[in-house]
């Protein structure tokens, strides 16, 4: 298992926009699968955005869609989520996560970021 340097988290005002980054471990297939995680207080950990790392296939919670984008930079190693139209329920902390095939639940990834957090005021 290896963690996952992620950074970009902060503060911002509802409406604003924010942009995190991850550094991905090794060489991933072109079929394996980066996601997003937040997690909120007292909440369960809950899928935000993924995408395959070679096909660049793209998946979104419907809280999300439409405001948020995942993109990554094979030749960085490197997976973005650019947050846009923040809202208050955005805020909590955001994981980035590398796994081997889609999945929309965190129990199956193996690499995990140290969190960041995002805060959004009213």
């Known amino acids: 298992q290896v963690q996952l340097p992620e950074s970009g988290g902060g503060s911002v005002q509802a409406g604003g926009s924010l942009g995190l980054s991850c550094a991905v471990s090794g060489r991933p297939y072109s079929s394996h699968f980066m996601a997003w995680f937040r997690q909120a207080p007292g909440k369960e950990r809950e899928f935000v955005a993924g995408?395959?790392?070679?096909?660049?296939?793209?998946y979104y919670a419907d809280s999300v869609k439409g405001r948020f984008t995942i993109s990554r930079d094979r030749s960085k190693n490197t997976m973005y989520l650019d947050m846009n139209n923040l809202k208050p329920e955005d805020a909590a902390l955001y994981y980035c996560?590398?796994?081997?095939?889609?999945?929309?639940?965190?129990?199956?990834?193996?690499?995990w970021g140290q969190g960041t957090q995002v805060t959004v005021s009213s």
């Open positions: 996560a590398q796994g081997t095939s889609y999945d929309t639940s965190p129990s199956p990834f193996r690499n």
């Open positions: 995408i395959r790392w070679g096909y660049g296939s793209t």
